[in-house]
């Protein structure tokens, strides 16, 4: 199975774009989706997750009320929707993929079993 991660670009704040994961090679629908970034010099961090069941959504607090995840098992992708956008969102997004991921395995980075390669969000002030 393959992740890729597409959507990144250069946005003014107070924009928005839209991050997609696109699943490849395998239906994962036992698979929590997770998205996670890295701001230059600072180490990687959980963004937002949707559990393998209910497609429950959880966010970080630093995006939540402007970021929404949701997934598309027909199609087998996730999408990133990000409103609002501050200079602070500027890092690498990268989407992940995790066994039967629910809960706090949605946010451990050491629990993911699958990573897409990262796409580039930059957000000028």
């Known amino acids: 199975v393959q992740l890729q991660a597409s959507g990144g670009g250069l946005v003014q704040a107070g924009g928005s774009l839209r991050l997609s994961c696109a699943a490849s090679g395998h239906t994962i629908d036992d698979y929590g989706r997770s998205w996670f970034r890295q701001a230059p010099g600072k180490g990687r961090e959980f963004v937002a997750g949707?559990?393998?069941?209910?497609?429950?959504?959880l966010y970080a607090e630093s995006v939540k009320d402007r970021f929404t995840i949701s997934r598309d098992r027909t199609t087998n992708t996730v999408t990133l929707k990000m409103n609002k956008l501050e200079p602070g969102d500027t890092a690498v997004y990268f989407c992940?993929?995790?066994?039967?991921?629910?809960?706090?395995?949605?946010?451990?980075?050491?629990?993911?079993?699958?990573w897409g390669k990262g796409t580039q969000v930059t957000v000028s002030s």
């Open positions: 949707v559990n393998w069941i209910s497609a429950t959504p």
């Open positions: 992940a993929a995790v066994k039967y991921g629910t809960g706090w395995k949605l946010r451990d980075e050491d629990a993911m079993n699958i």
